[in-house]
């Protein structure tokens, strides 16, 4: 069971009605497992797109945003290398960033990875934020 919920600096409550409702099904006195993350924040989300979008727009390696999106997780250093058993070889890809399986401080480092290297490879200005809100 997923609940979206807020600390208020003693206890966990559920923001939305359905969560109270969630809640209600669970037995007092019983011991539960629960996983905190901070939720993702959507325009973050957006901004991070909108930055791979600018620098896709003005690149000339590839014609396909995926492969390029690929691309630009793996120079950030956001890869992983997957070692195939039968011939040794060595394959790296890029790391997950799916919106589900990330929480919010997670992906505000791998935008932070991809930002500094974008003003790196593509000689981005300062005022890159400003341009991006445009972009979105």
Partial sequence: MRIPVKYDGKYLIP?????????????????????????????????????????????EMTDDFEIFRSAILIESGLSESVINKKTGVVTVVPKSISFSNMDQLE?????????????KAFDLPDDIEAELINFM
């Fill in 107 to 119: 992906f505000e480092e791998v935008y932070q990875k991809v930002h500094v290297y974008a003003c």
């Fill in 15 to 59: 923001v939305y009605d359905s969560g109270y409702e969630k809640k209600k099904r669970l037995k007092i006195g019983k011991v539960y497992m629960a996983e905190v993350k901070q939720d993702r924040h959507i325009k973050h989300h957006r901004k991070f797109f909108a930055l791979l979008s600018l620098l896709f727009d003005n690149q």
